[in-house]
């Protein structure tokens, strides 16, 4: 019990702390690229105090209210459903409780409540965003499930442990074994990070900042918490699943790092999507890959066979 | 409109304004202190862009000046803003709207008037349909004058606010919340019939705690 | 005496409970000469009365509110011996006489709605009794096979004869169920039937369909497995109703975005749920029907509820399009609890009973290997957020658009006293994913022949692929809300209540009572820009009936030029037909 409870609060922190670094971290490596020194890598945690500390907040009543605290218990739950580590006691939450179903469903059980909040604030630019962002999810879930139905069906299970177990030194790494998964749940995963191009969703100039429009104070504290803690939780999972997990904190953060650099690598040289354009390229490439892939992969050995 | 009164604008109004301030001397925590030093390392800006100043802005956030190092970045709506950038003339039109947000801001916040006009009116300084004095109307914060002023001019000014809030003390909201009623005499004056309805202000009175 | 009348009408919805707690054995007679009825209570029938049971009851409640209307009520009562019939049947002729009388006493339930108009009467009427003279010709077709009406597998069924018999049965039963193209009756009668009466039509009358659908293997010998082949890991013949119960799936869940009526999206969404069902039913794997069952189990419980509580929210503000509504959440808070629960289930989120039925049927697939058709499954329980979303946040958040929805009150006891057991029911079984496999669904398993899916404890659902714990995620998600609710109230500062609904960031300007500020119809509207989606949406199964009537119509023409005015036409038509069947007979063996 006490175990647990350590464990989680564990696991709270690293991926917070995580999380503000490796924010830091994007929007310093953002200003060199433009040639601009950029803030420094503290920023984020700077940003995120400087609104929990807001001696003003407004609300719109108890259902905006409960939306930031509805996604910050999501995002603590995906937290802690998600495996960090291999092989250790240490840093593995509830994980051994639930599967890889479970979590991705679980990414998206916060955003709706928010979602709720958004809507009981009563400004309809909040849920034009909420909207958007709904169907960006519609358009991003059917490559990235598929691209993890290729990993479960290859490990014929659902639980991230034995996935993670199966992947025992770098020829196993799923990256190396299944590579067209993962090029199918990359672009996907990159959207899921609300990253560029696919970032129109909570965007600063787009409809008004989208579902974040009323939000503010020590709310908006909450809701960036929850996005940066989310971010990590994703990251590690795509490191659990693709990268062969990690047996120590050090490890698990150079891979989840590397795995940022890709991603970050990739979102900063492109220009932003409209919705209806992001979904549409969801279903063409990223599926279309997932499709060829199916059929490479799952009808061509059974007709062989 | 801007009304001549027994004692015009500064001449009577300025000491009541410039009272507080280091005036009060506030005991403040090792915790305060690190709450208004995180504060001033991230300010997110609300530039109300109207008047000619805005085009004074964006360089500042651009490669060149790169204000994001002093972690000033912008924010898309008032409730997320700090601080609130006039960016020159205010027309009886536009400052309805800078009174609306700057009354959605969340606490603490602060305001910048960038260049002359929102100093004294500048260049419109007879012209029927521009707010002579700002802060009359809203409290100002820190005024960067000159028409225009450069953005290292503005850059200056921020670091400047940043400066005073990590002084702590009082800011010009604080004033804003004890002078309310002598701020919305002077709004209703200029405005008039256009006047914002009462909702969007009576919590000041209230204590507005929900 | 309407006291008394209501009670024992009351007395009478709780039928199929009784008859689930008392009934053992089973009753035989003969009918006539050589032909015996038979009633039984097997165990997939035995799932199919506690939905009923379920139901029946909490639907009665609402239609006993004053004024009743008499006609209905017996309609009603006539309606659940009809479907008890059904159940218990253990030979075709009391299926066939429990199927007509569903089929006609919700018909006539149907019409007592003052909105029904002639159109939608008659598609309902047209529909159902093609599927009931379908599932007669399957029955006739049957019955000349084994010369019996026992439900029972055949013995050895040719080619031809078996894919008659599937033609025939699956036919109606997808009729019933409604999947694409088959569907069309659906959303307008869900829509203008009387309010408490959807309820029942989606939640029990379309599970008729599903059992039949999952009763239809049972007629075969290794229940179709080998038949056609095998696809994969899965059932060739399976493959194909699993891609039509998800095209219908997929197709129905963007209609239901594009519904501007409450009635309407939880009809199209009503579809889309069986269309899931469906396609378990086509990966016909024990996972497969576990997922099956529980959807059907799921489905009953969330489209009762939320057709209840949409029912009270017409009631009480007289208004059902979505651009009328809002901001009931003050004024009804009950039914926003019962929608919220509702959806949550419908969406098949985590911690709901919804998220476990949808798991069970994903592994069933990545199972199957049929990898395709999940993703396109996973296209329609993702794209189903946005109805969601739509179905709460229209009516109840937002601001209120008519006179109707500033004043409503919540609903009355009739209408909440239901909801409420559902959303209990619904959290229940949502923390214990594995009370339902142990109880309902795995004797079912096991009375089909199928490995069953077994349960460590009542607090986990587990599957060979992996599983999750209820209870557990249910206890980290509350106490995780706790903990953050408690350390932000624990933080400095205030919060202030906004002083208007109107008091919005609205880029400085101050939104009145005339600015539009409800985004409840417009929203979903900007998904047809997707070109999927927009071709989607532009498709319609109209033109493909309109054809059909054409080619009809046309065909009848052309009969009716052999039926002229002239005797001596018909002679000639007699002959040639003597003389054609002459030389058939001659052909065919000589005479």
Redesign the interface.
Known sequence: MMHAVVDSLAMIGVSYVMGFLFYGFYRQLNARIQRRWGPSIWQNFFDNMKFFFKSETLSHGPMFFFGPMIIMAGAFTTVLFVPFLKDSTWLQGFSQYGNLILIIYLLVVGPLGNALAVGSSGNPFGVMGVTRGLTRLMGLEVPFFLGLALVMLQHETSSVHAIMAAQDGLANWGIVTNPVAFVVILLPFIAAQNASPFDVVGAPVEVYAGPRVEFGGRLLGVLMTQNMMMSIAKLVLVVDLFLGGASNVLVLIAKAFSLFLLTTAISMVFPRLKTEQAVDFFWKVPLGIGVLAVILTVWLPSWSA | MYHKTQCEGFQCEQAMLEVPGDAETVREGVLDKL?AW??Q??L?VLAYGTGCGAIEMRPLM??RF?A????II???????A?VLVISGYLALKTL???I??YE?????KYVIGLGSCTINGGMYWDSYNTVKQVDRYIPIDIYVNGCMPRPEALIEGFVALQQRIKQGGKAGYHQYRENIDWYKANQRKALGEEM??A??Y??YHAG??? | MSAMLRLLFFVVSLSPTLLLVTWDGSLSWALIDGIRLHLTLTPLAGFFLTLLALAAPLVALPMLRRPCDWPSLVLYVLLLLGMQLLLLAGDFVSFFVGWEVMTWSSYLLLLRSSRADMETSQSFILFNLASAFLLLAGILVFFSLTGDFAIRSLAEPSLPQALTLLALFGLAFLIKVGTLPLHIWIPSSYDQAPDAFSAFLSGSVSKMGVYGLILLPTLFPDALASFAGRFLNGPAFGYLLAWVGVITSVVATFKAISQEDMKRLLAYSSIAQVGYITTAVGVGSSLAIAGALYLALVHTLVKVLLFISVAGIVLQTGQRQFKDLGRLIERMPISFFGVLIGIIGLAGMPPLPGFAAKYLVFVSLVDARWLLLLAAMILASTAAFIYCYKLIYAPFLGHANSPGAKEAREAPWPYLVPQVILMGLLVLFGLFPGLAIDVLIDPVLVGLQMAPIGAESWAKLTTVYGGYDGVVLMLVFGIAFVLVTGLFLLLRGRMRRAGSPYDLSFAGEVPTADTPLHYGAGMGRELRRIPLVGWILRQGTRGFYLGLAGQMRAAAALLGNLYVGRPQAWILIAVVVLAASLAARAMMGGL
Not at chain 2, 68 to 71: L, T
Not at chain 2, 74 to 80: D, E, I, K
């Open positions: 709450i995180m504060r390392r991230s997110f651009t490669s790169d994001e190092r002093f972690g912008g924010a898309a709506t008032p409730r997320q700090d309805r709207r800078v609306r947000s959605q801001m969340q606490e603490p914002p309805p909702y969007t009576d919590w507005g705690v929900a």
